[in-house]
């Protein structure tokens, strides 16, 4: 996956480019600041910084992180001052720099993450978190006719795509579109507090850092 979006890194944002999600687009990017305002924010796999201009400007602070390089040197041209930067794994949060975080991101992570490490990753977000610390997941809902399609199915329910890139290589990817009632399912300890929000082509998962059950 890593080094997927490594070789993407130039190429990703034109994925905002799709004339049938603007309309979504513009929601998100006023509804996300809003979210986050106020608050020392740790974020999970942030690419190219896409989703962290919107929403930084109104946070406290901000470490944004990413496994690829590439990605991180695009995200530096567009965060402002109080983001710092940083290369890590996703899976080992523990050795990032500690802060107080009071809130958590992660734009269009959560459907690159089997389904059997669900359960580890959030236990191991939440551990490094601030007790109810509000997390924010925003990713893709699976849409026929602006969706890649999915090429196969695995044993363990995940599912994945063919994905081209313009230097003419062709990369299996992890790409899992959960429903309303899967996400819920995840947080069932948090059911008071959760919420999911659906667009026509993407949704969000707000929920408390809290001890959680497995997908």
Not at 21 to 43: H, I, T, Y
Not at 157 to 173: E, F, K, M, N
């Amino acid at each position: 996956m890593q080094d997927y979006y490594a070789a993407r890194a130039k190429e990703y944002d034109q994925i905002y480019a799709k004339p049938e999600r603007q309309a979504d687009l513009r929601q998100m990017e006023a509804w996300l600041p809003s979210a986050l305002a106020g608050r020392n924010v740790l974020e999970i796999a942030c690419g190219t910084g896409y989703w962290t201009q919107f929403y930084a400007p109104q946070a406290q602070a901000v470490l944004a992180m990413d496994g690829a390089p590439q990605t991180l040197e695009i995200a530096r041209t567009r965060v402002p001052a109080n983001v710092t930067l940083a290369q890590g794994d996703a899976y080992q949060l523990a050795a990032l720099e500690q802060r107080p975080w009071d809130a958590a991101f992660a734009g269009f992570w959560w459907s690159h993450i089997p389904r059997t490490r669900i359960s580890a990753f959030l236990q191991g977000l939440h551990s490094v978190l601030q007790p109810g610390a509000k997390v924010v997941f925003m990713d893709n809902r699976y849409v026929p006719g602006s969706s890649t399609p999915i090429s196969e199915p695995d044993a363990d329910g995940d599912t994945y795509q063919q994905r081209p890139l313009r230097d003419g290589s062709t990369h299996r990817v992890l790409k899992n579109f959960p429903s309303r009632e899967e996400l819920l399912a995840c947080v069932a300890d948090d059911s008071a507090n959760a919420q999911v929000t659906e667009w026509d082509y993407f949704w969000a998962l707000i929920h408390l850092a809290a001890p959680l059950n497995g997908l």
